[in-house]
């Protein structure tokens, strides 16, 4: 089993910044793909950003060039640095990671709540 853990977040102001971080533990001898994700009250979850194992990187494009993602893979640990936030980046993220065994599975966090106050 994995088991992701998020930290970070909290009640922000509007123009300031946010850094979340992930630990993935468990059974793990790689992990594939690493992200964010966040849901909205009333909205569906999507794509925050992504990273691979290989450093590659994916943007929604509400985040795009005010957000950074990284990892540490010795670490099995993902960050996400988003900064000039906005009360529309209100919402509960949650990290996500692709860990394969005999086949990949996706594992989540329980999420992390972040509220940016106007």
């Not at 946010?18 to 793990?28: K, V, Y």
């Not at 005010?66 to 993902?78: L, Y």
């Not at 692709?98 to 106007?118: A, E, I, K, N």
């Amino acid at each position: 089993q994995v088991q992701l853990v998020e930290s970070g977040g909290g009640l922000l102001q509007a123009g300031g910044s946010l850094r979340l971080s992930c630990i993935a533990s468990g059974t793990i001898f790689s992990i594939n793909t690493m992200g964010w994700y966040r849901q909205a009250p009333g909205k569906q979850r999507e794509l925050v950003a992504s990273i691979t194992s290989g450093g590659s990187t994916r943007y929604a494009d509400s985040v795009k060039g005010r957000s950074t993602i990284s990892r540490e893979n010795a670490k099995n640990t993902v960050y996400l640095q988003m900064n000039s936030l906005k009360p529309e980046d209100t919402a509960v993220y949650y990290c996500a990671a692709d860990v394969p065994l005999f086949s990949t599975t996706r594992y989540w966090g329980q999420g992390t709540q972040v509220t940016v106050s106007s």
